[in-house]
């Protein structure tokens, strides 16, 4: 029996078992859901809610890494 009640989202196991196998990157895959439960759904559905804050998440978590991989001194090289 479907579970129709069930989030369309995955736990973040999951989601990693799917993106190795499927070869996808996570933050597109949340933009394209996010568009489609806007439409399916509505701007108020909570899933759409959920997938745009996972989505806030992500640009922040992307931001941090980022930081924390530049250089202080140039660019790095070995001049």
Known sequence: VEDFGAPF????????????RLGF?????YRRLEGV??????HTSSEAGWVKR?????S?????????HE???????DD
């Open 9 to 20: 989202h995955l736990c973040g196991i999951c989601l990693r078992k799917l993106q190795w």
């Open 25 to 29: 990157g996570v933050e597109e895959r």
């Open 37 to 42: 439960l806007r439409i399916a759904l509505g």
């Open 54 to 58: 996972q989505l806030q998440y992500i």
């Open 60 to 68: 922040k978590q992307s931001a941090l890494h980022n930081e924390d």
């Open 71 to 77: 250089y202080p001194f140039g660019d790095g090289g």
